[in-house]
């Protein structure tokens, strides 16, 4: 596989021509329906960039004027005859941009790739050199220019091959309450970044896939782990939910049975299924194989209750061996009913199991293991040993039992799909199978673990700044003979609701496994918010290797704003931001969660602690800087917009830890039997925690704003509310 550029050779030496000449998009006659949605793309982006009106004409360019070539010599007559043998070697992924010059003196540039997907991303690339700009949420384009034919020679391979995204997962704040039209338009904006892969994940209890087992019907349809969000009455902000009583995903709405709501859910995954493909990326299923709905305990005798945040699940319990019959025709019915429900799928991505009754089959499995493929000298007390002795949250006990149970979960998947047969899809072919999840114990021998032909997505650790600090594990993977992405976390939902940014540690980790082998990384959040920065890094930084964290910011935050002292304003603001997430990692991380008790948690007597007087400053300063650069001159539609809402949501984070202070002056004063200091400071936390409420309704833009504001108002609003009037009567007595 080819991970480096090939060549770039930027010559953007424009040529200025008298007048706006007639601009013709070529395309091929039988052009993929891409090609042709590339093409459009492009004559908008020269609408907007040049105020050039482009027409699309099929096969052959005129004689006169300029033509764009759009696709490769296979799929378009006219770059065949303009570049002929001159058509670089490039991958699937490979991009091309020339220009030409044709013997009548036409001018030619000819915007293509090795594939479809390849063609869409050099037109973006294109857009990108003539000074676009473009974020999940919108493109933002340079003021328009007179026309100047653009010069280049570029050909480009990415670092990085496999650039995934994750998507619906859980909890309100996340995509798990974006719709289909939310899905879609986000979608395509990732596609234009460059990103090749979207990574479905689900929970076995998300009305997403129907089955029935040994007279078990499947009946459970839940979201966000079955909470109820109200967002009626006295809910903060409740203006943007426009009059609606419950909090809901949008394609779910007034939906009440488990029918209607597992036809919802197929629609929308269907949807992102196709969007994906139209766009020319793959898409994967992620899901935990050994989970199932409750009502099947009937189906499985002796299982156990999976405890997560709400025992919705059950799993293999203490007398189920890995090689239980049962329990393999379970798994194997509700993996067909995926593929069988979604044809489309290109990859079913399962996680290692993590069940502590299956550790004491640890020292079976390992002999099972060591049969399948000689594991050398390698030993299962080495494992452990190692797993216990790492910096991993996971470590000792912890790690021990990861790594037991980890080895008991491979063997049981190398029984599970080593012949390949479960991952058949109705027309016969194979999804991709990847391991996720490995325990970074197994590193050393993973090639001989894994099923035949799996790959892997590896999460080491909860937040980037983690795993750097335990990177030296990453070389320890055979890159060379397992296919491995690593998960970046973009943002942790143990931080939770308050800002993230920690692209100084992906930067980090992006270096390490280019350098590495490895193939690429999915993305790990919740709340897009506050991380344009972020990905924009990771979408440039996946082709040039060039690209640093500071690079990015300002090659984003320049051509947004136009200048470089609002880009520099910005990066002062965003290391603030930084900061402030890597002391809550390092100090209290649980400190946002987003789940029940998550504000009255911070309830107890005390001082705040030192830690927690930094990350309100770098809070602060962060807030400060963002409203510094409201005054600098930005040139992109949508630029200024942009930053307000940055601006509204760093006033949130300030105000939620003002909150946070006030009840514990309050519990403190309590303690101390001062009511009136207790109730003074209590009403001081609701107020603060309705104002940092209301600070994110004034910006709300998509559903992950809303989830945000409906998971504060019933998860730390209201019971705020309700620990006052207990307050109060305990004031009366």
Known sequence: MIRHALAVSLLFLPTSLAAAPTVSVVVGSKAPSLELDAAGELTSQ??????????????????????VLVGSPTTNPAVANAIGKTWPNITDQGLVIRSLKTPSGARTLVVGGGSPAATFWAVCELGHRLGVRYTFRQDFFPPTRPFQFPEFNIVEEPELRSRMWRTINDFAIGPESWGLAEHRA????????????????????????????????????????????????????????KGAKI???????????????????????????????????????????LEFPKEFAAALPGSAKVHQLKSLTIGPGPNHKPDDPILGRLISTRIRAFLKTYPGLDALYVSVPEFPEWNAHAETAWTELNRRRSLGDTTLEKLVASARNRKLIAKGDRGEASIRGNVVGMAFFCRLFDDGKLLRRPD????????????????????RVLPNGAATLNFVDYTARRITESKELLAQLPAKKVKASLIMTLADDNVGVLAQSTTQHIDTLVQEIRKLGWDGFSTRYWIPGELDST???????????????????????????GNRAGSERLLIGWNHLEDATHTLDKN??????????????????????????DVNDHYTQWMIELYRVQGAPIHRNGGKQLLFYYAKRSEFNVAYLAAVKALKAAATARKAKDLDTAIEQMETAMDQLNGAITSLADVAQGQSDRGLIATLANFAYRPLVAEYEKLLDEADQ
Do not use: C
């Not at 052959?60 to 004027?65: I, L, M």
């Open 46 to 67: 020269w609408k907007k960039v040049f105020g050039v009106t482009a027409g699309i004409v099929r096969d052959k360019a005129p004689d006169t004027g300029v033509a």
């Open 186 to 241: 986000f979608i395509r904006q990732l596609a234009k970044m460059k990103f090749n892969r979207i990574l479905i994940s689900v929970y076995a209890w998300q009305p997403f896939v129907d089955y029935k087992f040994r007279g078990v019907q499947r009946q459970t349809a839940l979201h966000w782990f079955g909470d109820v969000l109200k967002v009626d009455g006295d809910t903060p902000g409740r203006a943007v939910f």
């Open 247 to 289: 909090f809901e995903n949008p394609d779910f709405v007034g939906l009440t049975t488990y029918r209607q709501k597992v036809a919802a859910g197929k629609k929308l995954m269907t949807g992102v299924i196709d969007v994906s493909h139209s766009l020319g990326m793959t898409v994967g299923l992620s899901t935990s194989v």
């Open 428 to 447: 016969g072919s194979k999804a991709e199978l990847v391991i996720r999840q490995p325990d970074p114990a197994l590193f050393p021998i993973l090639d």
């Open 535 to 561: 990905v924009h890094y990771l979408s440039r930084a996946s082709w040039e290797p060039k690209t640093t964290r500071v690079s990015a910011h300002h090659d984003l935050w320049e051509g947004i704003l």
């Open 588 to 613: 209290a991380i649980g400190f946002g969660f987003p789940v029940p008790g998550m504000f009255l948690k911070h309830n107890n007597p005390g001082e705040t602690p030192k830690w927690f007087t």
